[in-house]
């Protein structure tokens, strides 16, 4: 049976919604506004179109606090930024609970093993665009690291084994 950890799962549906809040700002950028059809209530005509203009950053905010509350997450530092601005620096929820105080662009959270993720994903999107092979040895891309592997002619350490943490190093 795999075991999922909730971090990295939580950490993906954030990316998925940042994702989803980066295109709306390039809509944004590009069209100016972004509009949102709203369905007609019960009171009103079906053919009536109801338009309004939506705040992605703002309902971006929102879906991340529905997710932290949901997954008992207490506080998050989030920064949303593009080639050469930040669109957002904020922290959500709270820094220290026990203490009340609140989480804000400059708190500072451990991050734990949350890099392997993104570097996960780095390595993946490298992969997309047809830069590396995780089928790859480790001695193609980083010959200089020396390391002895007793079985290198027949099971050589791939990249893949590097994210999958089966390389059999030690610490």
């Known amino acids: 049976m795999k075991i999922f950890h909730v971090t990295p799962l939580i950490l993906s549906f954030i990316y998925l919604i940042i994702n989803s809040f980066l295109t709306a700002q390039e809509n944004v950028l590009k069209e100016g ?25 703002e309902t971006l905010i929102q879906d ?6 949901k997954e008992k997450v207490p506080g998050a530092g989030i920064a949303i930024v593009s080639k050469d601005k930040d669109i957002w620096v904020g922290g959500l929820g709270m820094a ?67 994210l999958e943490h089966t390389t059999g190093f030690d610490d």
């Not at 506004?33 to 950053?57: G, H, M, R, W």
């Not at 991340?64 to 509350?69: A, G, S, T, V």
């Not at 992969?127 to 099971?155: C, M, S, V, Y």
Request: aromatic content about 4%; proline content about 4%; glycine content about 4%.
């Open 33 to 57: 506004v972004v509009e949102t059809k709203i369905e007609p209530t019960e009171n009103e005509s079906e053919s009536e179109e109801v338009e309004s203009e939506a705040d992605p950053l």
């Open 64 to 69: 991340l606090e529905e997710i932290m509350k």
């Open 96 to 162: 220290d609970v026990e203490a009340g105080r609140e989480a804000d662009g400059d708190t500072l959270f451990r991050i734990g093993s949350i890099s392997k993720m993104f570097v996960s994903l780095s390595m993946l999107k490298l992969q997309e665009e047809g830069r590396i092979d995780l089928q790859d040895t480790l001695l193609e891309h980083a010959p200089e690291i020396r390391f002895k592997n007793r079985w290198r002619e027949t099971d050589p350490i791939k990249l893949v084994h590097l």
